[in-house]
């Protein structure tokens, strides 16, 4: 059974996520303020964390700052804020996904069932990737696509598996940038742009509405199986 | 006579007509001490004590009163000491010489120590001139209105007797007050205006009485500020023109000062305003926001548990549902327009790709979409053009949300994206009724093109404000084969240039 922290000023909020987790079978610990938020983190040791940015004895952003260096529990970000950098600034603190409320209860589930999925550590153990018709050989480093090889460039296949090993989780332009092109390309958007639409063009069905390479518009990137 | 001098200083010469007097009294004087040394002195050096006498009265009295004294010394001379005494008879020759001598020298040192006198004068008065000059520049540099700029150039300029200024300065629109003290011969002209619009100085003497009316242009180094008026005499003006240039320079400059003062705080005040009104909205879509989450997360769970309640209770619980969720696309699109309306729309603009953004747009309409077939045509190789993708996907998602809840279900509906010269067209076309004729549908809060279906009519008004924006347009028409489409436009630029990878495949 998991153990879910939840640190969430607002009581109704906290009532309608605890029910849904428990429904999920979980475990939910209740936190109103970050300093509770941090003690029960230290305390219970959560397999994920639920946050939202806006506390009223400080900023999310500083309960991820004094979580990550001792704990890589997952976080899952929840915000009020309409505005794209807040969510880049959690994400580059080292959140790992977020819902901008209000949010359905399915969309916190499958949310949720990610994080978790990947605590568990299932992910990665064959080094052979699927997703639709595309097979990635992380040992060989190569790809095919319904049996035929694929020819992906350096950065292409680095910009792909960078994606792929962190399924489920928000990469920030600036993390990818930084990841593949180097320090300097931080503000170099268009070359992510382009490169991200030859990736889709060569592995989704529809690179119009692609269904792996999910783009977090203003925030950065996603991939899902 | 009025004096001319706009700072008199401590003069130590004696002036008006009773000088003259003054020059016999001691001219007499001398003869008389003259007369008593006769006895001992040699009649020639006593022409030196003439000498010193003049040389004494060029200093202090000027120049007139030297040009007597130089003659009434030679006369007196040859009458109480030139043999023979008590007349101008000359006896010896040789005395023509000294008469001659004593005269030359007496008009040449007097002529110099005159000018000498009134050199220093000259100069005296300019340090004075200076010296307020510069308290008067110190003075403006500390004003902080300009009510004071003018009451420190009037009372400078007061100081010249006979002169009265007034500082005229235009109305927003550029006009200045009619001069008040203008004489009634000008008619309808308005010196001061003219001034101010040509830039020049403009003189009006009084045809009566030896009065000018002067405007000086406050000419700053960006535009005219103003008029200086002066009010003054003749022979006034005549001497002190390049001091009211000089003014009139010092004050515009202040004026000048004071605008970019009023700027920066004008600046100031609505970079102020509309962080408020930031906050404002910051705090407001937040606190809407927290009951709403907690609205829809409760609605659902009662929907949830509902399934295993009776019908009525579980059909209850949908309808909570719906009615909550449009309460959330109605609020967003609330705070979305508040936010747009608050002024300049800070764009985060950077190169992006239309089909990622169309594509992103379809991913978060997708619920709205699935009862009808959805059609993307993008032409290939689109370039990649420079906008803020979240307010262009908001665009998208308006658009495709809008056409998916005014046409029938099944009814197709096609996204295409097209180059066109310098621009690129996103096109949302459907198969529905099409857009209602007549009506500005883009204002805000006009109700979209089907009766019953939901919305605050703000989605196109956004979309509007968000494309106009980044400097396209928006347009809605009706396709004569049936349907409505929405087309915006993005003007194309240059995208910036990449550094192409190179590589060699490995075999």
């Not at chain 2, 011969?185 to 619009?197: K, M």
Request: glycine content about 8%; proline content about 6%; some cysteine.
């Amino acid at each position: 059974m998991s153990t879910i922290l939840l640190v969430e000023d607002d009581p109704q909020i906290r009532r309608f996520v605890r029910l849904a987790l428990q429904g999920e079978d979980c475990q939910v610990q209740e936190a109103g303020d970050l300093t509770t938020g941090l003690a029960a983190a230290g305390e219970y040791r959560p397999d994920l964390v639920i946050l939202d940015l806006g506390l009223p004895d400080g900023d999310g952003l500083n309960f991820i700052s004094e979580l990550r260096p001792w704990a890589d529990t997952p976080i899952l970000v929840l915000s009020a804020r309409n505005l794209e950098m807040d969510k880049v600034a959690a994400l580059d603190a080292g959140a790992d996904d977020y819902l901008v409320k209000p949010f359905g209860l399915a969309e916190l589930l499958a949310r949720v069932r990610a994080q978790l999925r990947h605590r568990a550590g299932r992910e990665l153990a064959d080094p052979q990737v699927r997703f639709g018709e595309v097979i990635v050989d992380l040992a060989r480093r190569q790809v095919s696509r319904a049996g035929e090889p694929l020819h992906l460039t350096p950065i292409e296949y680095r910009l792909l598996t960078l994606l792929l090993t962190r399924p489920d989780r928000v990469l920030t332009q600036r993390q990818i940038l930084q990841e593949i092109w180097g320090a300097g390309h931080g503000a170099d958007g268009h070359y992510l742009r382009v490169y991200v639409g030859r990736l889709r063009h060569k592995l989704e069905v529809d690179p119009t509405q692609p269904r792996h390479l999910l783009t977090e518009t203003g925030v950065g990137y996603r991939f899902v199986f | 006579m009025k004096s001319r001098q706009l700072f008199p200083i401590d003069r130590r010469r004696v002036r008006g007509p009773y000088r003259y007097g003054l020059t016999l009294f001691v001219c007499l004087a001398t003869a008389i001490i003259a007369k008593w040394l006769t006895a001992q002195v040699d009649p020639v050096n006593l022409a030196m004590l003439f000498l010193l006498a003049v040389f004494f009265i060029a200093l202090y009295l000027g120049w007139g009163p030297a040009l007597l004294a130089s003659f009434l010394s030679v006369a007196l001379f040859d009458f109480f000491l030139v043999p023979p005494h008590l007349s101008f008879a000359v006896a010896d020759v040789q005395y023509l010489i000294t008469f001659a001598v004593m005269l030359t020298v007496a008009l040449i040192t007097s002529r110099l120590a005159s000018r000498i006198v009134q050199q220093r004068i000259e100069a005296l008065e300019r340090a004075s001139r200076t010296q307020a000059l510069y308290e008067m520049a110190r003075e403006l540099a500390g004003t902080m209105a300009v009510s004071q700029v003018a009451e420190i150039t009037n009372r400078f300029l007061s100081r010249i007797p006979g002169v009265h200024s007034r500082l005229l300065l235009p109305d927003p629109s550029g006009g200045l007050p009619v001069a008040a003290t203008a004489p009634a011969h000008l008619g309808p002209r308005n010196p001061a205006q003219e001034s101010y619009s040509l830039g020049e100085v403009i003189e009006v003497p009084d045809p009566v009485g030896d009065r000018t009316l002067i405007y000086l242009p406050l000419a700053a180094p960006n535009r005219v500020r103003g008029v200086l008026e002066v009010d003054t005499d003749v022979a006034t003006l005549a001497s002190e023109r390049p001091l009211l240039q000089t003014i009139a320079t010092l004050t515009a400059i202040a004026v000048e000062r004071l605008h970019y003062v009023e700027v920066a705080q004008a600046t100031q005040v609505q970079i102020e305003g509309e962080r408020l009104r930031n906050s404002v909205l910051s705090s407001l879509s937040h606190d809407l926001r927290t009951p709403l989450t907690a609205l829809v997360g409760l609605t659902d769970t009662l929907v949830v548990a509902g399934e295993s309640l009776p019908p009525i209770h579980h059909e209850t619980a949908l309808a909570l549902r719906e009615q909550a969720e449009k309460l959330v696309g109605m609020v967003s699109n609330l705070l979305d327009l508040a936010r747009l309306n608050a002024g300049r729309l800070a764009l985060c603009k950077e190169w992006q790709s239309l089909e990622e953004v169309v594509g992103a747009a379809i991913k978060l309409l997708r619920p709205a979409l699935t009862r009808h077939p959805l059609r993307v045509n993008l032409e290939p190789d689109l370039p990649l053009v420079e906008f803020d993708a979240i307010l262009i996907e908001r665009v998208i998602g308006n658009l495709l949300d809008n056409a998916a809840k005014h046409t029938p279900p099944g009814t197709a509906i096609t996204i295409s994206g097209a180059q066109d010269g310098r621009e690129a067209w996103i096109s949302i076309c459907d198969r529905g009724p099409g857009f209602p004729a007549n009506v500005d549908i883009l204002a805000s809060f006009v109700r979209g093109r089907t009766a019953g279906a939901s919305g605050t009519g703000l989605g196109l008004a956004i979309c509007d404000a968000i494309v106009e924006a980044h400097g396209g347009r928006l347009c809605l028409e009706n396709l004569p084969e049936g349907g409505g489409c929405a087309r915006f436009s993005l003007p194309l630029g240059t995208p910036p240039a990449m550094d192409e990878e190179v590589w060699e495949e490995a075999p």
